[in-house]
């Protein structure tokens, strides 16, 4: 069970624009998996920022050191360690934003431009000896080319030395809704790092890397979004994700789905997904999920749920039914027995504390394999 104490300090200089701060971590991770089972992780990361923004234009640079110690024991075999890892980083975004009024089918509409660009440098550091405790890599897209680190915690910084470049542009109603997203970028590298096991560098000469993403309202309640990533080495799609949504309320959708990943892990992803939710009258509603992998043929999270409010408490029950299965294992998928944990969740709350007094049956989808998520809108 990990235990983590966070602390942030941040001062405005005399230039307007210039920030000084400092993160501060430390987490304790105790857990049998890991072969140390204790690891004790203090982090610090002084940075030193200058930024400015404006509607038409933004201008952000900053240094920053990120230094961290891990204390290692392993209990059983009565040893401990420490590591110390400490990494220099500098990153530089710049980004423009034109717009202007138009007209489409007879309608006013404003159309914006934005096109940005960052450049990252992050030193080399050999990282062999630190376990992937709290830290997975995210998910590529044309968002995720403008971060500073590939995953979602501190046990690895990638070594960086590259360019993002892109643009995306936007069509806005008159009530200013967002009608039309369209976003394009890629990664220039330059240079090769070390490629060694264990360091956070890998090879960086190739070809960029194509992200796209898309958004487009089709009528009032059709809405379809997505984004792929393309890889110029390979000359084929990494990762893929499409969504229609048929939108009424927030208690009251339907969404059909589909994810694809070449490559994870040495394991090829390629899934079908559906939610769906409706209010029946002022009392009842209805929720259901289902996820099926057509690359195993097996269905790989299916739920039903319903929910019943009235004036002052309310209920719901859910029957789920989730695969039991290790991705990673090397054994085929098709020599293995697939098996399911199967669970039956009853959920009483009193309504208006907390804030909520509508129907909460799409909440049971938090509890999916696959959460169910709304198109990105500016206007959210």
Known sequence: MPIQLQADWRENLAMEGVTVSLHSQYTHFTHSSFDDDRIDRLHFEPKLNYSYYSPAFQFET????????????????????????????????????????????????????????????VEEEDQSGIGLYDSQLLKEDYFALFRDNRY???????????????????????????????????????????????????????????????FGRISEHWQLDGGFLYNRDAQQVDTGFVALDYYLTQDQNIQINHRFANDVAGIKINQTGLFTSYKLNNQWSIAASYHYDSERKVNLDSLVGFEYRSCCWSVQIAAQRQVRLDLNSE?????????????????????????????????????SIFAYRRPYLITN
């Open 331 to 367: 054994q085929a998928i098709d020599d293995v027995d697939v098996t399911y944990d199967n669970s039956i969740g009853l959920n009483f709350r009193i309504n208006g504390l907390g804030g909520e007094t509508k129907s909460a049956i799409t909440k049971l989808f938090a509890d």
């Open 62 to 121: 900053g240094v920053s050191f990120l230094s961290t110690n891990y204390e290692i024991q392993n209990t059983t075999a009565d040893t401990s360690e420490d590591i110390y890892r400490g990494i220099f980083k500098y990153r530089l975004l710049t980004g423009l934003n034109f717009e202007k009024q138009s007209n489409y089918f007879g309608k006013s509409v404003r159309q914006t431009l934005e096109p940005k660009i960052q450049y990252v440098y």
């Open 152 to 214: 979602s915690s501190i046990d690895r910084i990638s070594a960086m030395n590259q360019a993002t470049y892109g643009f995306s542009t936007s069509i806005f109603d008159e009530k200013n809704t967002e009608l039309l997203r369209f976003g394009i970028g890629q990664v220039q590298k330059f240079g090769q790092n070390s490629n060694e096991e264990g360091t956070n560098g890998e090879l960086t000469t190739s070809k960029p890397s194509l992200a796209i993403e898309f």
